[in-house]
């Protein structure tokens, strides 16, 4: 089991320069101190126009300064939207290689094609498509990255003869993930050779569902790219306290804002009636805890990863157990949270919960990692 | 964080009285809808939402135009402008005002389930290359909308969300959460169109359609439901939310 950290880089109204500011200085501050505190991997999403909830509209701007403040912690550029009304294929593929060379190497990308007609609108962009652009994205990115030149005679873009550079320093190319939010996407995600990177709170047994049918389809895959990523992560949330009681506490306002900030973007699904997006994205009520009396023990929804040590410990003892490789936890929410609480939380998170769990002893998924 | 801002008994104008909440689920037969949601001005859609709703982002507005061959109270046309918004985390549709063009189907959804509405004229037609809805209130056009070359869809790509009617009931002025169950046996989506919308016919002047998103119309049938839920209006839902 490894144990990352992902941003949305929420900014709490009023916004201003200063704010921004103060929420990416915390954020790299946040990615250094896990760094040094045997993190696996910090994630930046990639969402534009989505007031509150997610300022990360130039994640490998963001990567890029914090690979060059750590030295171990991968960086994950998860997810980039593989739609060519927001990102041209190239640019990822440049962009993706430049982030990892200047990373030493540490780049997994993700990638998405976008959930909200806030941002599809936004661009303009066509939702039946979405899925066929992300679908030709994904083979093609490799082979920018693998070959010397490539021409390209697609459904969305093509392109004549040309070398893609730079090359990543990851040979043969960094592992790449799939966001996976509805149903149904981790098969697409095994079919091609990719992992699974789950971004939807699901409870213990659909995600059991998923990982099961993932590691099922995933060993007769087809792999788009060089080499093949069969892992699982699942997101989460983290407040790690000593006292049970504020840890949950703190925890809960943690998820109740997210869900209230997540609550305000229009789904795709909901303003645009089409069958390529059959769920509401992440528009999901957030589980609550189960209410008792004054002196009763306050309890998070399963799996959430709040509370005391031991709390925390026994929900991802039950994601490894299901077969999740990798739990990346939302460590704040429009400062929710001080960032003293975040650093502290980190620190006793890794102190008293990460000894327990062995870094998965698994082979590297691509090689010069 | 974004949040309704209008003065509950500012908005509360022609809001219906309801002295009961006994209605019954009551079906709907032989319905047709037409749906067409267009984005407006973020800002606007905090001023025009009580505090117990949230904005979606960016703003929008829908019209939903019915015409309903078998109800208890004869055919009826029903048109509804609505903002789409959030009770809690939940999508809903704040109802802003409807037209009916049948005043006993107009008196039963306002005493049953809130809908604030006057007469008016309703044509709501479907042609194989376009379906049009046109309202017009004491012979003044106020809407006119449109779903430009129809493109067959399957039913459950289709979804509406529950309406908050703002009515004044017997626990004073409350948010009327209405979530009718829908059974479509045909759905089509198009290009959207909206053609004429008069603000300030609908007591919205200032709002105005800025960017047309969808077009659906599907035909089936439905029920309105029993009332489950009320919401106070100038709080938040996840306080001033109440079960019937």
């Not at chain 1, 993706?96 to 959930?115: F, K, M, N, P, Y």
């Not at chain 2, 979804?159 to 009617?165: F, I, L, T």
């Amino acid at each position: 089991m490894q144990f990352g950290i992902f941003f949305e880089l929420s900014v709490p109204r009023p916004f201003s320069p200063e704010a921004e500011r103060r929420v990416y200085e915390d954020a790299i501050e946040q990615i250094r101190l896990a760094d040094s505190l045997g993190f696996a991997t910090a994630w930046a999403v990639e969402h534009h126009f989505l007031e509150e909830y997610s300022h990360c509209s130039a994640p490998e701007l963001f990567l890029t300064a914090a690979a060059r403040e750590t030295r171990r912690i991968r960086l994950g550029h998860g997810a980039v939207v593989c739609v060519p009304e927001m990102n041209h294929p190239i640019r990822v593929a440049e962009r993706a290689a430049v982030l990892d060379i200047l990373s030493g190497g540490r780049l997994e990308l993700g990638t998405a094609r976008s959930s909200t007609w806030t941002e599809l609108g936004g661009f303009e962009a066509d939702p039946d498509s979405t899925k066929k652009d992300w679908d030709e994205y994904v083979r093609v990115l490799p082979r920018m990255w693998m070959e010397e030149r490539l021409s390209w005679d697609g459904t969305c873009f093509s392109m004549p003869e040309r070398a893609v550079l730079p090359k990543p320093l990851q040979r043969p190319h960094p592992p790449m993930w799939v966001t996976v939010t509805s149903p149904g996407t981790e098969l697409d995600a095994a079919d091609r050779g990719l992992g699974c990177l789950g971004v939807a709170a699901v409870s213990y047994a659909e995600q059991e569902r998923r990982t099961r049918e993932y590691h099922r389809r995933v060993r007769q895959c087809e792999p788009v790219g060089g080499v093949v990523n069969d892992r699982v992560a699942t997101n989460n949330f983290l407040y790690c306290h000593q006292d049970s009681r504020t840890g949950v506490e703190s925890g809960m306002r943690l998820m109740g804002m997210f869900g209230l900030l997540n609550s305000h973007l229009l789904f795709t699904r909901e303003a645009y009636p089409t069958n390529a997006y059959q769920t509401l994205g992440n528009l999901n009520p957030i589980p609550r805890g189960e209410s008792g009396g004054p002196g009763d023990e306050v309890r998070a929804p399963e799996g959430i990863c709040v509370g005391n040590p031991a709390q925390i410990t026994a929900a991802a003892r039950q994601w490894e157990s299901i077969g999740v490789d990798q739990i990346n936890f939302i460590l704040n929410v429009s400062d929710v949270l001080s960032q003293e609480q975040v650093l502290d939380s980190l620190r006793l998170f890794a102190r008293e919960v990460m000894p327990g769990f062995a870094p998965a002893a698994r082979p590297s998924t691509a090689e010069g990692r | 964080m974004l949040q309704g801002r209008a003065q509950p008994e500012a908005i509360a104008a022609g809001c219906p009285e309801m002295v009961d909440f006994g209605a019954t689920a009551t079906p709907l037969g032989d319905v047709q809808t037409l749906h067409v949601l267009c984005e407006f001005e973020s800002r606007l859609a905090e001023e025009l939402l009580p505090p117990a709703l949230h904005p979606t982002l960016p703003g929008v507005v829908g019209w939903m135009v019915q015409r309903v061959g078998e109800s208890p109270w004869g055919a009826f046309h029903l048109a509804q402008t609505r903002i789409e918004c959030r009770s809690g985390v939940r999508p809903r549709g704040y109802l802003v005002e409807a037209v009916v063009d049948s005043a006993a189907a107009a008196e039963a959804l306002a005493s049953g389930w809130g809908f604030r509405s006057r007469l008016g004229t309703i044509r709501l037609r479907r042609y194989y290359d376009e379906v049009r809805a046109e309202v017009a209130v004491s012979g003044r056009d106020v809407l006119a909308i449109g779903l430009r070359d129809p493109q067959p869809l399957a039913a459950a790509d289709v979804q509406y969300v529950a309406n908050m009617n703002l009515a004044r009931t017997p626990r004073g002025l409350r948010l009327v959460q209405v979530d009718p169950s829908f059974a479509l046996e045909r759905a089509e989506r198009g290009e959207p169109r909206v053609d004429l919308f008069d603000g300030e016919a609908w007591g919205v002047a200032e709002l105005e359609p800025a960017y047309p998103i969808s077009a659906s119309s599907t035909a089936g049938s439905m029920t309105l439901p029993q009332l489950r839920f009320l919401c106070r209006p100038e709080v938040w839902a996840f306080d001033g939310t109440e079960r019937l």
